[in-house]
């Protein structure tokens, strides 16, 4: 498969790695706004780039016809418009917070967990994430999935930073050099914590579940999630 990556920084590096280990090739590596790209060479593109420039690559690649992945986080208030656009031109899109298999799983397991705890009035529920100085963005876009995951099970009805208010979730955001994500859900009672904690220990899930995601999504035409790509529920 033909393979353009959009964002050449830790991500980019990354994916090249293992998509060439999978057999694919690297045809272009877009790291800034770029405007003679050859779109008739591309297969699939794959876009870990920046919070302000996710949106002018996937509505780029949509009106190219190229299928497009993007696991750039903190570009979420465009959403609903790379959803439209994807439609009107007939395309093909995956927008994923977070694209490792283990933590597609963990929010099956953090689903699972807001299910049950949802009667359970006595705890109230805070998450914490901690990535690398780099990031750009807080709280994390798997934090956002993660709170999202709760919401749509209890009565919980908004996520913030910090601190929260009555029905609130309370994310703390901590950043701390080279760490890849981590991420923990927490419910606490006056006599009792219950706690739920993905750890990355290198980027290697994200990068290989992105291109796995790039390759189930050739000749497809709709907007998908992870959930689709994995097969879960
Ligand atoms: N969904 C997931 O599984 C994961 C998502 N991420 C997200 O992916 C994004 C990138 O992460 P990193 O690679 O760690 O960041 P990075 O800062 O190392 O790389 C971003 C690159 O994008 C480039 N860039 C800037 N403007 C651009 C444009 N208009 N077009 C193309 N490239 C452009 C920058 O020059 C830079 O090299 C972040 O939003 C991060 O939160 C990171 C890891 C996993
Ligand atoms: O910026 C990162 O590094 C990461 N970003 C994603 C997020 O915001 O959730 C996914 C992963 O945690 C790494």
Redesign the pocket.
């Known amino acids: 498969m033909n393979i353009a990556l ?7 590096k990354m994916i090249e790695k293992i998509a060439i280990k999978r057999n694919h090739i690297i045809v272009a590596k ?5 405007t003679d790209i050859n779109f008739s060479d591309i297969d699939v593109a794959i ?5 302000n ?2 949106f ?2 996937i509505k780029n690649c949509l009106e190219h016809n190229v299928p497009i992945i993007s ?4 570009w979420l208030q465009d959403y609903q418009k790379a959803v439209e656009l994807c439609k009107k031109n007939n395309g093909a899109f995956i927008y ?5 298999l283990g933590v597609n799983l963990f929010f099956e397991l953090n689903s699972y967990l807001a299910k049950l705890m949802a009667s359970q009035d006595q705890y109230s529920v805070a998450m914490e994430e901690i990535h690398h100085t ?4 807080a709280p ?2 798997t934090a956002i999935t993660l709170a999202e995951g709760v919401i749509d099970n209890t009565d919980y009805a908004n996520w913030k930073l910090d601190s929260a208010g009555d029905r609130e979730i309370p994310i703390t955001a901590k950043r701390i050099a080279d760490t890849p ?1 981590t991420h923990t859900v927490s419910y606490e009672s006056e006599v009792d914590s219950i706690e739920i904690k993905h750890t990355a220990h290198n ?1 290697e899930g ?1 990068a290989l ?2 291109v796995i995601a790039a390759e189930w999504i050739v000749r497809k035409t709709g907007v998908f999630t992870m959930k689709d790509v994995l097969n879960l529920s």
């Not at 877009?30 to 770029?34: E, G, R, T, V, Y």
């Not at 696991?71 to 903190?74: D, F």
């Open positions: 959009f964002g050449y920084g830790k991500m980019g877009i790291d800034l706004d770029a876009d870990f780039s920046m919070p420039a996710a002018g690559n696991g750039t986080t903190g994923a917070s977070n694209f490792s780099q990031k750009l963005d994390s876009g994500g980027r994200f579940g992105a």
